[in-house]
C-alpha cells in the first residue's frame, strides 16, 4: 500500500462565526488562522507541554515579506532539530506575526503557498509542525489586536485548542517579541541567534527580563528543551 503523505488542514476562525474560538470580548476583530497537520499523533498523555516556534528567522531564512514559495529556505539544523523536538510527542506549533497580510502586501493564497511550501520541505526531511497560528494585524492596529506578538494571543489561543499548560511549554524565537510573549504566557523562553537573534541578543542588557536559555542554532534550542523536559518527567 502506498504510503498517504500527510498534508496540513488549513481553516480560518472568523469572528461572528465562532464565538469559541474568540480570545476576548476585545479581541473580536482578531482573525487567527491555524495550520493543522492530522495525522493521529499520540501526545503524551497529560504533559500539557508545547514548544512554540517562531517561524522566519527561526525556522526558515528571513526575507522580509516572504510571498514566493520557491523562497523559503530552511535554516542550518532546523530538520534535526524538529525532529528531535518531534520524538517528544508534545505539540510543536508555530506562531508568526504576518502583517503583510493587514497591509495588502500579501495575499491568503500567498501565505497559504508558502506555508505548503514549508511543510514540503519539513515532510523531505522526515519533521513536522502540529499547527501554525499568525496574526495578519499591522502594529499600529487601532484598537489593538491580542494576537500579534509580544502579545500572547497566539498562545492563549493555542492553550485552549490544544488543552496546554503554559507554564510547562516552551517558545523559541529570535526576536525581542518572541521573548517576550512567552513571559506573557507564563512559558519557559529561549532565543535563537539566527535570523535577528544576534541583534536581539545584544540588546539583552537592555531588557528588564532575560531568556531562560540563548542558542547558536534551533537545534541546540531543541536540545536544552529535551534535556528540561526529560529531567521534569
Known sequence: MQKQELKPEYFLERPGVDQKNVLSPSSQTCQISSNVAKQGTA?????GAAVF?????????DRGYLREPKAMKLLPTVCEAL???????????????QSALGRGLLSEAEFEAVNAALWRALQSCGARYDALYYCPHIPDKAPPCACRKPRPGLLLQAAMDFS?????????????????????AGCRAILVRTGFGETTYQALVQQPRQPNYVAATLLEAAQWVARDILAVR
Request: one cysteine or more.
Open 43 to 47: 501526545y503524551c498523555i497529560g504533559c
Open 53 to 61: 516556534l517562531d517561524r522566519d528567522g527561526t525556522i526558515n531564512e
Open 83 to 97: 525532529a528531535l523536538l518531534n520524538g517528544l510527542n508534545i505539540p510543536l506549533i508555530i506562531v508568526t506575526n
Open 164 to 184: 496546554l499548560d503554559l507554564s510547562r511549554s516552551y517558545i523559541i524565537g529570535d526576536k525581542q517579541s518572541d521573548l517576550d510573549a512567552g513571559y506573557a
